[in-house]
């Protein structure tokens, strides 16, 4: 049995890429591990540096632990600055309301990205 392709990996060319279904943004975060999700929060360029990714790697801060209500105080006790804390904060929010396309419309990791 094969396991599902990451939320990261490029879809193959046999898999259908005409569906325009939208899903919400946090129903494929949710499924990030913890490098995968600081990978998809280092593409965002929300300017945070490489030891606050080293805080939520420590914690091991994954897409469904940020999918969840998680509170800028939440991020500080975990030793984030209160500027980064406010910054992931307000993106998880954000993540929460925005609806992307399928990920089958999604012909590689380049189109995903853009979201």
């Known amino acids: 049995m094969s396991s599902p392709p990451s939320p990261l990996s490029p879809i193959s060319s046999t898999e259908s ?15 990030l591990n913890t490098e995968e999700f600081i990978r998809f929060l280092k593409r965002k360029n ?47 929010e954000t993540v929460k309301t925005q609806k992307m396309k399928s990920y089958s419309s999604y012909k590689t990791t380049n189109d995903l990205r853009k979201f």
């Open 46 to 92: 929300l300017g945070l540096e490489e030891t606050d990714y080293e805080i939520l790697r420590n914690e091991r801060i994954s897409g469904l632990a940020f999918s969840t209500k998680i509170t800028v105080n939440e991020f500080q006790n975990i030793g984030l600055p209160l500027g980064p804390a406010k910054i992931l904060a307000d993106l998880s």
């Open 17 to 31: 890429t005409t569906s325009n279904e939208e899903i919400e943004m946090v129903t494929v975060v949710k499924e």
